[in-house]
């Protein structure tokens, strides 16, 4: 996905091509993680559809929980979305930050001979 070190750096507009692809695939993977947690706090928690998302939200943003749950399955829903969004959110991340890195230790690294 990436070049290689004796390769040339990529032009400006195939770089920010490649970071607009990764904030895309770190949109959807939020997108996709919303989702998953409005269902589950709405059918499993039985949460209205604004509380849901709320709490959904919140949790994926690392703020934490707003509502009460009251039911073992409700509860053992939140903690699985929790540790699930806390590895999601470094995931998205370095999903997005990558390309940045990427280009930054790779524009140190391009050997002399490397053709522009």
């Given at each position: 996905m990436f070049e290689q070190r004796k390769q040339r750096l990529l032009t400006r507009r195939q770089f920010f091509h490649r970071l607009a692809r990764s904030a895309a695939l770190g949109a959807g993977l939020i997108?996709?993680?919303l989702l998953v947690g409005v269902l589950g706090y709405h059918f499993v928690g039985e949460l209205s559809w604004i509380d849901a998302y709320l709490d959904a939200?919140?949790?994926?943003?690392?703020?934490?929980?707003?509502?009460?749950?009251?039911?073992?399955?409700?509860?053992?829903?939140a903690g699985t979305y929790a540790i699930y969004c806390g590895i999601t959110l470094i995931s998205t991340a370095g999903i997005i930050f990558a390309p940045v890195i990427h280009r930054f230790l790779h524009k140190f690294h391009v050997e002399e001979d490397a053709k522009p």
């Open positions: 997108a996709f993680s939200a919140m949790i994926l943003s690392g703020m934490g929980p707003v509502s009460t749950l009251h039911s073992v399955a409700a509860k053992f829903f």
